[in-house]
């Protein structure tokens, strides 16, 4: 089997029904008048092992021989493959062996072990893991369960479309999050089988610009840390890059800002989680609002597994590129009181604060002059712009940190 069909996906579907959550696709009007297209989600993340790998991976693992389910299975992934073959390799009495790179995010190293897989930890990308992978493969027998280059594994990855037809069968445009190649892949097939008037817009991260480069015969740089680790692939497919070349009418490649923008629409707009490949659809439409307004867009958060602690500072360097955080420096003689009369003014410019540093060991002031940055919580920008000016008017000459101000933490 290595040509995938409509024919194909639809045995898959079959296959997984009743042992994969049938997700829903549901209206998105928050993100809609975010970006000014008509926004459907399809909640991936809502799967077991919260992402749409479960697809692929059952209906590989459920074509196993009986030898090969004995001496068991072997993966590489960046984590939701990882997680998936454990999860449903555990379900089925299948040994499974996950090489993952070290960054791989510790909520999908924890979750991966949880579902009884041995895990070995191996290079900083998904292409030394690969290596490794078949290295530990032909050494103890095991059946490689490739995350994307695979057409059961495609197959699988497609039942996604026909789920997202039958919710929302109008869809202008699928805009799907790209990695090896393998969900694009199988929605494609299914989708233009369905409805060959429908457009498939495929997105990478712009530090990992895979298919970008091989379609266009580009050579952009590739590699760097982004917070898609979930889509961060160096090696395109050999199965999927003649799909997405034929079925795909676009690549965008978003940058890191517009996917931190993206987990955070998720999160505080639809109150869902999405990790940053997850995410990488609703950057598209961010990076290139006028390509989808008024176009009925559906969007695949492929993924929600993502580390709290980084969600956190995701939504709080959100608040402060809108200036709802604001961090100001104010450099000044030090006399006592000075930081009750300073809480004091903020609280009548109804700014809250949220953090105070006070140091008084500055070699480039004079020894009576202490330094204070206040971070305190705002309405909006304009708001912020407020604080300010009082502050300048009261004399005290604040200084912005951040957004090209003053390194918070320098001197």
Known sequence: MNRVSLDDIRAAATLIAGQIVRTPTLPAPALSALTGAD???????????????????????????????????????AGN????????????GVPATIVMPVLTPMVKVQNTKAHGARVILH????????????????????????????????????????EMLEDAPDLDVLVVPIGGGGLISGIAIAAKALRPDIEIIGVEAAMFPSFWN???????????????????????????LPV?????????????????RAVNAFASLQRT?????????????????????????G?????????????????????ERQDRIVTIRLVMQDRPGLLGRLATRLGELDANILEVSHRRLMLDQPARNICVDIAVETRDAQHA???????????????????????????
């Open 123 to 162: 290079g900083e990308t998904l292409s030394e893991a690969q290596t490794e992978c078949r290295a530990v493969a032909d050494a103890e027998g095991l059946t490689l369960v490739h995350p994307y280059d695979d057409a059961r594994i495609i197959a699988g990855q497609g039942t996604v479309a026909l």
């Open 385 to 411: 712009g407020a604080i300010m000016a009082a502050l300048t008017a009261d004399g005290l000459s604040p200084l912005r940190l951040g957004q090209g101000g003053a390194d918070p933490l320098g001197d």
């Open 81 to 92: 493959h990882a997680q998936a073959v454990a999860y449903h390799a555990r379900r089925l």
């Open 244 to 260: 997405v070349g034929d079925l795909v009418s676009d690549i965008i490649l978003v940058g890191e800002p517009e996917i931190e």
């Open 39 to 77: 926004v459907v989600v399809k909640y991936e993340n809502m799967q077991a092992t919260g992402a749409f790998k479960e697809r692929g991976a059952l209906v590989r693992l459920s074509a196993l021989t009986t030898d090969e389910r004995r001496r068991g299975v072997i993966a590489m992934s």
């Open 299 to 319: 969007l695949v958060l492929c993924g929600g597994n993502i580390d709290a602690r980084l969600l956190a500072a995701i939504m709080v360097r959100e608040l």
């Open 273 to 297: 989680m999405a990790e940053g490949a997850g995410a990488a659809g609703l950057a598209a439409l961010l990076a290139q609002p006028d390509r989808f307004r008024g176009r009925r867009v």
């Open 214 to 240: 091989a379609l266009r015969a580009a050579a952009l740089p590739i590699g760097g840390p982004t917070l898609a680790e979930g889509i961060a692939v160096k090696n395109v497919g050999a199965l999927t």
